[in-house]
């Protein structure tokens, strides 16, 4: 089963964020540095505004999941640099 997240621009109650739609149908609104999973009841109040672009979904998958870049550098933030 694919995991891809689908990423919108979007509003919610007149505040401006993303709406993401997870592979398990669950919805969320992002705003501000804050994720709110939506009910059936808050969708009403969703407006979307288009499709995020590839780059802009990745950075936001990367922001609620962790990137793997960041598993890498904290891996290896205790080794010395080469000399």
Do not use: K, W
Not at 32 to 59: C, F, K, M, S, Y
Request: glycine share 4%; net charge negative; proline share 2%.
């Amino acid at each position: 089963m694919a995991t891809a997240t689908v990423a919108y621009y979007a509003t919610y109650h007149n505040d401006e964020g993303y709406a993401l739609r997870a592979h398990d149908r669950r919805c969320f609104f992002l705003h501000d540095g804050q994720v709110r999973e939506l009910t059936d009841a808050d969708i009403p109040h969703l407006v979307l505004n288009g499709r995020v672009d590839l780059v802009e979904a990745q950075h936001l998958a990367d922001a609620l999941h962790g990137s793997l870049y960041d598993l890498v550098d904290v891996r290896n933030a205790h080794r010395p640099l080469a000399a």
